[in-house]
């Protein structure tokens, strides 16, 4: 069972800036990152293999999100830049237990509490 912890959720005003952490309790193949705002389901983010290859974004936050993982730390990182009042959310985490790269939330393992990022305009 592997265990993941995010940081760095917070408030900040629109255009600003923020660097989300997750820290695995092992080793884990693909990562991601997902969101759920209030009455809205959870959607995808972000997503990155095991060897930091292959990345993949969600259209909302292409040019303005990076994922990037440290293996040697088992940390995954999402780096949120120009970020508006409609990128306000819960931010989870997730790891894959096995090959591949998914985009869908039901093909992750594991899954983090989740990080609130608010931006005001």
């Known amino acids: 069972q592997v265990q993941l912890v995010e940081s760095g959720g917070g408030l900040v005003q629109a255009g600003g800036s923020l660097r989300l952490s997750c820290a695995a309790s092992g080793r884990t193949f693909a990562m991601g990152w997902f969101r759920q705002a209030p009455g809205k389901e959870r959607e995808f983010v972000a997503a990155i293999s095991w060897s930091g290859g292959s990345t993949f974004y969600a259209d909302s936050v292409k040019g303005r999100f990076t994922i990037s993982r440290d293996n040697a730390k088992n940390t995954v990182y999402l780096q949120m830049n120009s970020l508006k009042p409609e990128d306000t959310a819960v931010y989870y985490c997730?790891?894959?237990?096995?090959?591949?790269?998914?985009?869908?939330?039901?093909?992750?393992?594991?899954w983090g509490q989740g990080t609130q990022v608010t931006v005001s305009s």
């Open positions: 997730a790891a894959r237990g096995a090959r591949g790269t998914p985009v869908v939330a039901g093909e992750y393992n594991y």
